[in-house]
C-alpha cells in the first residue's frame, strides 16, 4: 500500500507538463526521493495545478504514514511462535485469534477504502493527460 501511494503521488505529477517530477526523475531516476512524493503531491502548486482537493494530500499522507509502520517486519513478528497443543506442531509469525474478529474486519475495511481512494485517483491522472493533449 505504501509502494502504491508513491506510485500514485508521482504519476500524478509526472501527468502534468507544469510540474517538473519527470524531468527531474529523468535525470537521475536511481536517486530520485520517491519517499517524497507524498509531501510533493500535497504542495499547494502541485494540488491546484492538479485540480485535486487540499485533501488529496493529507489522505495519501495519513494512508502512506499507517502502512509504513506496519510494511517492515517487526523483532517481536519474526521471534513470535508457539507451540501447539497438538504433538509436534509449532507455528511461526501471526496467527489467527477469534477474540480479534471485530478487529481484523475493522482494518479489511480500512485497507478496501485506501484501495478505493487511491483508485479514484487514477481518474484524476487521465483526466490531466487528456486536458494536456498526452492521450485522446
Do not use: W
Not at 4 to 26: A, D, G, Q, W, Y
Not at 112 to 126: G, R, T, V
Amino acid at each position: 500500500m505504501r509502494q502504491f501511494c508513491e506510485t500514485v503521488s508521482m504519476s500524478l505529477m509526472c501527468s502534468h507538463p507544469k510540474i517538473n517530477t519527470f524531468t527531474e526523475f529523468e535525470k537521475n531516476p536511481k536517486f530520485y526521493p520517491l519517499y517524497k512524493s507524498i509531501d510533493f503531491i500535497g504542495r499547494k502548486k502541485n494540488v491546484k495545478l492538479l485540480g485535486l482537493s487540499d485533501q488529496v494530500g493529507i489522505v495519501l499522507k495519513e494512508i502512506y504514514n499507517f502502512h509504513n509502520q506496519y510494511s517492515h517486519a517487526s523483532a517481536l513478528s519474526i521471534y513470535y511462535h508457539f507451540i501447539s497443543s497438538k504433538e509436534q506442531e509449532i507455528s511461526f509469525g501471526g496467527d489467527f485469534h477469534p477474540d480479534k474478529i471485530q478487529f481484523y474486519n475493522t482494518e479489511i475495511e480500512d485497507r478496501i477504502d485506501a484501495a478505493i481512494f487511491l483508485y479514484s485517483l487514477m481518474d484524476n491522472i487521465e483526466r490531466i493527460l487528456k486536458e494536456n493533449n498526452v492521450i485522446s
